[in-house]
Each structure stands twice: as structure tokens, then as C-alpha cells.
């Protein structure tokens, strides 16, 4: 579908829908106070007095999944002595949750695949919270916490389809090539190690070439240029990266398969195990919650740390306390600095040479995250049922979660509906990264409702009838895009300076659950041990 007839095809549907006027939806912006961190941007507080001085063993400087691993590494390690300082009013960064109408929903990241064996940190942790446990022998997963069927499907060509590629009323030569692809990704996968997280994998020359490489330039090489395959690659990197396959390196784009459950053509390996996912009605925020919780009155949210600084003794940080309205300064023997790199590079004092070059090589793209309640059930189109993941095909944005479905009653209710739009780079959004952070910050919210609208209701025209409040959540620097390149330049760089740790999922150029706990977790050890 071309983009003047996708969004044709939107303003119809909301003008069958009785809603060629403004919708009369309630609405606007959450979860983000943006303010603070231009704040921080701006200088705001660097040279305020401090109203109060107080210490601890280690202050851990962001409250991201990457802070609460280290918070959490800590306790483990019997160290009870942390200050867990956050910027926003509830820890969790990206991962977060929310309620819209009384039902929880999702603010961001909304799941976690079962993680590999690379990734035993986080395994540790699942089996921590309950959430998997060896039986004869075997790891087992608690049923109630893995996503529920049927989980994904694509509106293409007018009805609904199950999974996400492409397939319905395709010729044999896009077949073709998705086979080609699969065979591709599994040759990859032999030849080389794509770890999660990435730390437990050598830059292998193989793995550097390909990271050189845009993964459009990637597929281009290999004579894969079918749009339907190029639509869901790019979907699959906007997702994951926040940025399109002509903005992302092939590293990036096969890592997407490598790493996790391949790629499986129609027809073949149709009996290969694919990977779970574990979801929860409000995302990943069900994880942050859990990781929060034992900090108590350790973990200090509104603060904006505005200069961290390695003294004789130990390390100082200055925060501007949002409540108090004042700056507190902590005096610690460590610090683990879980901030964006960019962000440690501008509060840091004297910098080292490897946090400066991360900051200047690492991208971010804008996201958001738009949550709208719906009074009641939704008709559907024909096809696949309705599902976790439901996605259009031809859109900007990459569909909808429904908050409800994991729900084990299936009386017809009210829900949510978590809608995700990414505003980096790509074939669908050509600006660049910051006119597209421009756009996320100047827009009112009723731009949002509307693109929304217009584009749910091509499957769904009811929605706007059926629609009562909206809620958008904005990530001005919502993940590290992995441009070309960025793999070799970031890869071997240090991740301590001095009494300094450093710990984020920007040290891995691309920003998942599994890559930001792990480096907390380790960041938080190596704290415990000194």
C-alpha cells in the first residue's frame, strides 16, 4: 500500500465512522517531565550551593533497568548501604507502566523474550521471581506470565493474517526470497557468535564487516529486494532500533534473527521451536516494579543529577531535589553512573576520552508510546484472530498491544490499547534524528490522537466511536540507534574510570532489557567487591 493511499484509506474510515469532526476523546501527555531533563540539558542548578550533604557507600545515578540491576547486585552481595537517585517520579526508564482508566498498561517496553544462556543474569533473576523453575530436569516457564495465543498479527490486503510477514496473496518469487533470507540468517548463525547480551560475544572480523555494512546496502549485495520482505526488515529494525534498514548496519538487522529464534520462511522449519515471550498487562514495568521495590527508602526519585566528580576520598554527586526544591549533594566511595551516555558525558566532570567518544558516536532515536482506552470491545475484520501484537501493514507506526489479553477472563470488557510510534530514520519518516526529536516535542498531543486514529481505524473503524482518552508518553532519546559502524567504535571501550562505573544499554549500541541488566548487574558487582 502506497503512503498517500494508506492514509486516503485512513480518512475514510474515520468518516464511515461518524468522526470526520474532532473526536471528543480526553487526552494528552504522561509519564515524562520532560522540563527536568531540558533542565539538565540547559544547566539549570550546576552552580547552586548544596542545601544538605549526606553519604552512602555507593550512589547509583539512574533508575533505569540498568541502576535497578546494579541496586539489585548490591543487595545480593549483602551491600544495604545505596542511594538509587531517579530523574522521573517512579524508577524503570523505558520500561515503566501505567494505568489509563483504571487498567494497566504498558509505557514502554512491553516484553521479554525467554532469555538465552548468554544471558544468565537475567535467567537468575526470572528464577528470583518466580517466573521459571527447573522440573525433571528442565527449565519451565510459569504458563500465566508467557504471552498468551494467538500473538501476532498483520492487517495486509484487507483482512487480518496470522504472524507478521507478509503472506497473504504473495507470488512465488517473494516466497523465493524469503527463503533465500532464512537460508542467510542460518548460515550467519553458524559462522558467527550474535550474543545477548552482546559482551559475552568476540568482535569477530565477520561480525565488524557486516557492522560496516547499512543492512539496506546488506540486502541490496545479496539480490534481496522484494518490498514485502524490505517492509517487515525495516518494521523489525524500527522496532528494535527506532530506526529503518537504511540507517542501521547489517550487524544490526541479522542480530535481530541471529541472536534469537532465526528467521522461518513459510514452509520451512515450520516445526522449529520458536521463542517465547514474556508480557504482562502494563509491559516490562511489572519487572522495574518488582527490581524497585526492595530499595525502599533507598531508591529517590525526582532528582536530577546535574555533576558527578571523583574526589580524594571517594566521589560526589550534586542533585537537584524536584520536591524539596533544593541540591543535595551525596558523598560516596563509588559511583555507578546508569545513565544515556550522552547525558553521563555532560555531568561528568573531566570526562574520560572513551564516555566522550560514546557520547559523540551514539545516536538516539525519538519514540512514543500512546495508550488509548476503549470503552468496549472492538468489531473486527476477517482473518486471524485478535491478538497480543496486531500490526499494519504500510504503517508508521508498528500497531497496537492489547493490555487485556492476557487476561484469563474472556468476558468482553473495556481495554487498552498501547499504540507504538518510533520517529527515527527510515523509508516510512525521512527526516532525521533531530527533526524527528523536534517534531515529538513541538506536536501537540491532538497530532498524536489524530495519526492514531487515522491509522487504527483502517482495520478497526469503530475505534474512534469507541475511544474515551489517549495518553502519550515521549522518549526524546528513547533508544541507541546501532548506525554503521557503531559496533566497532563502542565495542572495546572501557566501562570504569577510577571510583566511576559505568552501566547503561547505550554501552551495547542498541537498547533491550537483557543488555541493560546485565551491564548493571556486573556494574553493581564490581561496586560490591571494591
Not at 530436569?137 to 493474517?161: M, N, V
Not at 565495542?491 to 533491550?512: C, E, T
Amino acid at each position: 500500500m502506497r503512503r498517500r493511499d494508506f492514509l486516503g484509506a485512513g480518512a475514510g474510515a474515520l468518516a464511515l465512522a461518524g468522526c470526520d469532526a474532532t473526536p471528543d476523546i480526553e487526552g494528552g501527555f504522561t509519564g515524562i517531565d520532560v522540563a527536568r531533563g531540558h533542565a539538565l540539558r540547559d544547566g539549570r542548578w550546576r552552580d547552586a550551593p548544596p542545601a544538605e550533604t549526606r553519604r552512602t557507600r555507593v550512589v547509583i545515578v539512574g533508575g533505569g533497568v540498568a541502576g535497578l540491576a546494579a541496586a539489585r547486585a548490591l543487595r545480593l552481595a549483602g551491600v544495604d548501604d545505596v542511594a538509587l537517585l531517579e530523574l522521573e517520579d517512579e524508577a524503570g526508564g523505558n520500561a515503566r507502566g501505567g494505568r489509563v482508566g483504571g487498567i494497566a498498561c504498558p509505557l514502554g517496553a512491553h516484553y521479554l523474550p525467554t532469555p538465552g544462556d548468554d544471558a544468565r543474569e537475567v535467567q537468575d533473576l526470572l528464577e528470583e521471581l518466580g517466573l521459571r523453575r527447573r522440573v525433571a530436569g528442565r527449565w519451565e516457564y510459569d504458563e500465566r506470565h508467557l504471552c498468551h495465543s494467538p500473538q501476532e498479527r498483520l492487517f495486509f490486503r484487507g483482512e487480518w493474517q496470522d504472524g507478521l510477514l507478509p503472506l497473504h496473496g504473495v507470488d512465488e518469487a517473494t516466497l523465493a526470497q524469503y527463503r533465500r533470507f532464512a537460508r542467510r540468517v542460518d548460515a550467519l548463525r553458524r559462522a558467527a557468535h550474535f550474543a545477548i547480551p552482546t559482551l559475552r560475544a568476540p568482535l569477530a572480523p565477520l561480525l565488524l564487516e557486516l557492522d560496516a555494512l547499512p543492512f539496506a546496502a546488506w540486502l541490496d549485495r545479496e539480490g534481496l529486494s522484494d518490498p514485502h520482505l524490505r517492509w517487515y526488515l525495516d518494521y523489525c529494525c524500527r522496532d528494535d532500533y527506532g530506526a529503518g534498514l537504511a540507517h542501521v548496519s547489517a550487524w544490526a538487522g541479522l542480530h535481530y534473527f541471529a541472536s534469537r529464534h532465526g528467521f522461518h520462511a513459510p514452509g520451512e522449519d515450520d516445526d522449529g521451536e520458536r521463542d517465547a515471550v514474556l508480557t504482562w498487562p502494563e509491559g516490562n514495568g511489572w519487572l522495574t516494579r518488582r527490581l524497585a521495590a526492595p530499595l525502599g527508602e533507598r531508591l529517590h526519585v525526582g532528582q536530577v543529577a546535574v555533576r558527578i566528580a571523583e574526589t580524594r576520598g571517594g566521589v560526589e554527586v550534586d542533585a537537584w531535589d524536584a520536591r524539596a526544591q533544593r541540591l543535595v549533594r551525596w558523598q560516596a566511595a563509588q559511583a555507578v553512573v546508569a545513565l544515556p551516555v550522552f547525558v553521563a558525558a555532560r555531568i561528568v566532570e573531566g570526562a574520560p576520552s572513551f564516555l566522550r567518544e560514546a557520547a559523540a558516536r551514539v545516536q538516539h532515536a525519538p519514540w512514543l508510546v500512546a495508550n488509548v482506552h476503549l470503552r468496549a470491545p472492538l468489531q473486527d475484520r476477517p482473518g486471524a484472530a485478535p491478538s497480543w501484537d496486531n500490526v499494519v501493514y504500510g504503517a508508521r507506526g508498528l500497531g497496537y498491544v492489547d493490555a487485556n489479553h492476557q487476561a484469563l477472563d474472556p468476558t468482553p470488557r473495556a481495554t487498552v490499547l498501547s499504540w507504538y510510534r518510533p520517529l527515527g530514520p527510515s523509508a516510512l519518516d525521512g527526516a532525521d534524528v533531530a527533526e524527528g526529536r523536534r517534531r515529538l516535542l513541538d506536536a501537540p498531543w491532538t497530532a498524536w490522537r489524530d495519526e492514531l486514529l487515522a491509522e487504527l481505524a483502517v482495520p478497526h473503524p469503530d475505534l474512534p466511536r469507541l475511544a474515551t482518552r489517549i495518553e502519550v508518553t515521549r522518549y526524546g532519546h528513547a533508544m541507541a540507534v546501532p548506525s554503521p559502524g557503531l559496533l566497532a567504535r563502542i565495542g572495546g571501550l572501557p566501562h570504569r574510570a577510577g571510583r566511576l562505573l559505568f552501566a547503561h544499554a547505550d554501552w551495547s549500541g542498541y537498547s533491550i532489557f537483557e543488555e541493560a541488566f546485565t551491564r548493571g548487574h556486573l556494574a553493581g558487582t564490581l561496586a560490591a567487591a571494591a
